[in-house]
């Protein structure tokens, strides 16, 4: 019930940008205006939210853990998955950031006829998910070539590197095929899974269509359409240098593809995507697990008044007394 409606606003906001962009009048609010404004609330929101769960208390250290904590010396100590000091929580944090090393430890269930309960590997969802992210990651580093001049040096030679198997002119780019190859998966298991279609909610797929469209647009003026390169750098360098100029040699399918970047980031700092810069803040991750080693006292306990036990003897002794009740103080 939620891939059509989710599906629908994609598709609205590139054919509106695409109509848009082929009216004279209304290229510069596609092209500079929309972007900018995309810009601004990617910018604030991420720095809203991030210290939004900076400032959130973290009084004990909650860390997940998943292997045996550091205790007697003849314990073999888990040092990536239950760290007990900065250096281990440097290593778990690099293979969470780098290699998503959670989600290559997920698993899932199924009930199976008796019934019974078994579990599986759930390898081709990692493996996707970090096809797509290293993907993406390449594709905005080439993008760069855009917003710089001139060109640093590592911008080409990441170009020339995936685009190093050249099949045709332009020369095709590995990560053209693998983030397609990725978003398509993770899709196809939302659609085909019965159980993740189940759980899947309309940001869910409003995510996985905007960046199938932005990657489709951009692959379609790559491949198909051709893009004036010269003037798509002119639009972007006035972007950034606050002096925008909109060539009249771009065309339609090029504002489509910008007005779906700048949904994409506009919807950013509001969405799940936000597990980006999340991850850094989550106590969860980012915390060594010694517990067993440190006593950890609240600081934001605030000071209440005590009755300590010698004080309420002194106030009832007469009652203690009394009754026969032995007296710690004579």
Request: with cysteine; net charge positive.
């Amino acid at each position: 019930m939620h891939v059509l409606p989710a599906l629908a606003v994609v598709l609205a906001i590139g054919l509106l940008a695409y109509g848009a962009g082929a009216v004279g009048p209304l290229r510069p609010v596609v092209g500079v205006v929309v972007p900018g404004a995309a810009i601004l609330v990617f910018l604030v929101g991420i720095a809203l939210r991030v210290i939004a769960w900076a400032r959130v208390p973290v009084p004990f250290r909650i860390p997940t853990t998943c292997g045996q904590q550091r205790s007697l010396p003849w314990i073999a100590h888990a040092r990536l998955d239950c760290p007990s000091s900065g250096l281990g929580v440097l290593g778990r944090m690099a293979l969470e950031i780098f290699l998503f090393r959670s989600l290559f430890r997920n698993t899932r269930a199924e009930l199976r006829q008796g019934p019974r309960l078994t579990y599986g590997e759930e390898k081709f969802l990692w493996l996707a998910a970090l096809v797509f992210h290293y993907a993406f990651l390449v594709v905005f580093l080439r993008h760069l070539r855009f917003f710089l001049e001139p060109v640093p040096a590592l911008v080409k030679l990441l170009a020339a590197a995936d685009g190093f198997f050249q099949v045709g002119v332009p020369a095709l780019y590995g990560s053209d095929i693998l983030i397609v190859g990725g978003l398509g998966y993770l899709l196809y298991r939302r659609l085909g899974d019965a159980q993740v279609r189940y759980l899947s909610l309309f940001s869910d797929y409003f995510a996985l269509f905007l960046l199938l469209g932005l990657a489709g647009t951009g692959i379609l003026m790559r491949y198909g359409t051709g893009i004036d390169n010269v003037a798509a750098k002119q639009l972007a360098l006035g972007l950034v240098t606050l002096s925008p100029v909109v060539p009249a040699t771009l065309g339609p399918l090029f504002f489509a593809h910008v007005a779906l970047l700048s949904a994409l980031l506009a919807y950013f700092p509001f969405s799940k995507l936000m597990h980006m810069p999340g991850v850094f803040l989550s106590p969860t991750r980012n915390l060594a697990n010694d517990n067993r080693a440190r006593r950890h006292v609240n600081p934001w306990n605030a000071p209440v008044p005590v009755h300590t036990y010698g004080e309420w003897e002194e106030e009832f002794r007469d009652k203690i007394e009394a009754a026969g009740l032995p007296l710690e103080k004579a």
